[in-house]
């Protein structure tokens, strides 16, 4: 009796033993000397190619293919840095004991030895017995008295085999048939190329080119003429965002700047000069400006005193500078990016709430409007496609980053393209920039390099000196330092959504932060004594207010933490000195923020401030209490006193005038001393200003090297976090729609 092996892989066997690690590819774990790492999904399935093939390469050009389906654009560096991530994830205990090779202009071989491991301590079932059988003989006679019925039978079988092989050659891929289209890319600059715009007979392209450590540059390149220099046009304040196409010789851009200023310029092609058209109000990022299809008419956002939003969306018609309102923003929300039908009758727009978004199409005539996606979802980039069918946007729809679409009369998503990280997006008129089919987009995609950077000073040195990057495959943002600076608390893309990691200290790998599913979380905050953490969760739609959500960082990684359900839209969670309470703020977006305390153990709310609060923090100095606090809108740190309370007396003082309205959450007090970042045209600084008001420059990076908002963190002993946007790079993508 024989014994026959099996020789698909066995189902049993579901795990590897990968050097000293044990991975398990469905669970996305790394374990080793009794620590687990989960690791990104496209990270496992690159590994789990290695470990089939190990000792052997494996060519770039196959691991994208099998990992990234086939895209060579974004695939070609998100392998590079999902590389990087496993070597350092798969920690070699000798210097010389590498476990992934790069063969230079090929690909990469798991060196380490790899063979299958049942996912259980139970023995594998053993093989089948099968019993072995003599072979069959036939008299020869035998084989040429086949019946005429037979041979028909025969024939006709061998007809349908032939048949089916011929189908299945012609429905293989590649054979008989064109491959699927992937994205392309139809710019490789320097720098960052976004915010295309094709003018209405698809002639010219219009896009925005940052060039690194440049001014930006409108360009309007021919496309009938693709050998032609492009033209190039400057704005006076160097801030350019969202061109769009008034006619064929006139754009329309604004001028604008987070929380500072923001202006409806329109530019003529003929002579070049900008001119102010109208004010208007900008969200870092959001970009809320549209044209009409003929060019008569623009949407636009202004400030609002009667709406709850305090926003209210324009039309406005260039002929006669006519305006009238066509929305206002619900209470809670703000307006984005939005897009303007082809057929003229629909205007679809980004509806923001925090760190989430939704659409929203509205008849330009009546104002009717109609939710096409909730706002509870982590939303960059929208437009309409060619034929008005659909509106496509780039979002992060239950983990999954892509490009997505929803019909115009709403339903559920369904994917357009796997292609992440687009931060704009617009519809190509059939064959513009080369052939290709109606219906395709054109994106700018980012590749990110945003990670977290901790800075100390050497001995006998007052300025900060890079010790480590706390860097993925992904983005990671807004590190706060907990009980020191190797402790750190930040938001990560890493389990491909928006979540909350925490890293116990400098050697020990990030690991995620257990939250409730139907929310996102908004940067986080460390308690002083670094026992526990707190953030705000945006919910899915339907709930009254946001959620806040505490837990503890000293316990088992998998500990629950309380959620608390919010009476009200309450963000930016900061902690008290003593750890029992935290300072919220209620923002409407109209300028009346405040600033609240929550008590922890009663669940109470208490008012400390109006003021237009963004966010606080509570402060010991001149042998009083202080609230110092930033302002919506307003650039400048303020500061008013704290009774023995904790209720806010006296006047308002203005602290220091260079923070940023885009900086509100960039500044520190500790120690007796002011840490913030200030910014200028030619660095980013990170200064410190001691109770005798002279400042002193800790550390200088490029301009716009650091993040916005909640992007610095000190420690007790003047370590730094510092979120850094990396190196800029984004080309402009043409994008068909996946079968």
């Not at 500072?260 to 900008?282: F, I, N, W, Y």
């Not at 729809?397 to 892509?402: C, E, M, P, T, V």
């Not at 608390?489 to 690991?511: C, K, M, N, T, V």
Request: glycine share 8%; net charge neutral; with cysteine.
């Amino acid at each position: 009796m024989d014994t026959v092996a099996d020789p698909a892989p066995q189902a049993h066997l579901r795990q590897w033993q990968i050097g000293r690690f044990v991975f398990d590819p469905a669970a996305r774990t790394l374990c080793a000397d009794g620590a687990s790492e989960r690791i990104s999904g496209k990270a496992a399935r690159v590994l789990q190619l290695l470990a089939e093939h190990a000792g052997q390469v494996i060519s770039r050009e196959q691991l994208i293919a099998e990992v990234w389906d086939g895209n060579a654009y974004t695939g070609a560096t998100a392998l590079t840095h999902t590389v990087s991530q496993l070597r350092r994830s798969l920690r070699a205990t000798e210097p010389d004991d590498a476990p992934i090779e790069t063969i230079s202009k090929s690909g990469y071989r798991l060196l380490w030895p790899a063979q299958r491991r049942p996912a259980t301590l139970g023995a594998a079932p053993p093989a089948m017995p099968v019993a072995a059988e003599p072979a069959a003989t036939m008299p020869a006679a035998a084989t040429s008295r086949l019946s005429p019925r037979q041979l028909t039978a025969l024939a006709l079988l061998l007809a349908l085999l032939a048949l089916a092989a011929v189908l299945l050659w012609t429905r293989r891929p590649g054979a008989g048939a064109q491959q699927a289209p992937t994205p392309r890319p139809m710019t490789t600059l320097e720098g960052v190329e976004q915010w295309p715009a094709y003018s209405a007979d698809g002639r010219f392209l219009a896009y925005v080119w940052r060039r690194t450590g440049g001014n930006p540059r409108l360009r309007v390149v021919d496309l009938q003429q693709p050998n032609a220099v492009p033209r190039e046009f400057s704005d006076p304040q160097n801030l350019i965002e969202r061109p769009v196409w008034l006619g064929a010789d006139r754009l329309a851009y604004l001028q604008a700047e987070h929380g500072e200023r923001c202006k409806l310029m329109t530019l003529s092609l003929q002579d070049g000069q900008p001119r102010e058209l109208a004010d208007c109000v900008h969200v870092n990022g959001a970009a809320a400006l549209a044209a009409s299809p003929d060019g008569a008419w623009l949407a636009f956002t202004r400030r609002s005193l009667k709406s709850a939003s305090g926003q209210r969306l324009q039309l406005r018609r260039l002929a006669d500078g006519q305006e009238r309102t066509l929305a206002e923003a619900p209470a809670g929300l703000g307006y984005g990016q939005m897009d303007w039908s082809h057929d003229g009758k629909h205007l679809a727009v980004m509806l923001l709430k925090d760190t989430v978004a939704g659409l929203l199409r509205l008849d330009v005539q009546s104002g009717e409007a109609l939710q096409l996606i909730e706002a509870d979802k982590p939303i960059w980039a929208m437009a309409w496609r060619q034929d008005d069918t659909a509106v496509v946007f780039s979002a992060g729809l239950a983990g999954d980053f892509a490009l997505w679409q929803v019909d115009r009369d709403g339903g559920a998503p369904r994917r357009f393209s796997r292609v992440e990280n687009v931060t704009s997006l617009t519809a190509m008129p059939a064959g513009a920039n080369g052939a290709g089919a109606a219906g395709d987009m054109a994106a700018s995609v980012q590749l990110f390099d945003d990670h977290i950077e901790r800075y100390a000073a050497a001995d006998g040195q007052a300025q900060l000196q890079l010790r480590e990057a706390i860097r993925s495959t992904s983005r990671d943002l807004y590190g706060d330092a907990c009980a020191d600076a190797e402790h750190v608390l930040f938001i990560s893309f890493r389990s491909r959504r928006i979540g909350l990691w925490y890293r116990d200290g400098a050697q020990a790998e990030p690991h995620e932060l257990p939250l409730p599913e139907d929310g996102t979380p908004e940067p986080a905050g460390c308690s002083p004594d670094g026992k526990f953490y707190a953030t705000a969760m945006t919910p899915l739609a339907g709930r009254p207010g946001n959620r806040l959500v505490v837990g503890r960082l000293d316990g088992p990684a998998d500990a629950k933490p309380q959620v608390i359900e919010l009476p009200a839209m309450l963000s930016n969670a900061s902690w008290s000195e003593d750890s029992r309470s935290l300072m919220l703020v209620s923002d409407d977006h109209n300028g009346s923020a405040a600033l609240w305390r929550f008590d922890l153990p009663t669940q109470g709310l208490t008012q400390l401030s109006g003021d237009q609060a963004r966010f606080g923090q509570e402060v010991r100095t001149e042998g009083r209490r202080w609230l110092y606090f930033s302002r919506e809108g307003l650039r400048g740190l303020w500061r008013r006193p704290l009774n023995d309370d904790g209720s806010t007396g006296g006047p308002i003082e203005l602290v220091l005038e260079d923070l940023a309205p885009k900086d509100w959450g960039n500044w520190r007090w500790r120690d007796g001393a002011i840490w913030r970042i200030s910014r200028s045209a030619s660095a980013d600084r990170v200064l410190r200003r001691d109770a005798g008001g002279h400042d002193q420059t800790m550390l200088e990076l490029p301009a716009g090297a650091v993040g916005a908002y909640r992007s610095l963190s000190v420690d007790g002993r003047g370590q730094a976090l510092v979120t850094r946007k990396g190196s800029a790079q984004a080309d402009l993508v043409r994008v068909p729609e996946a079968p």
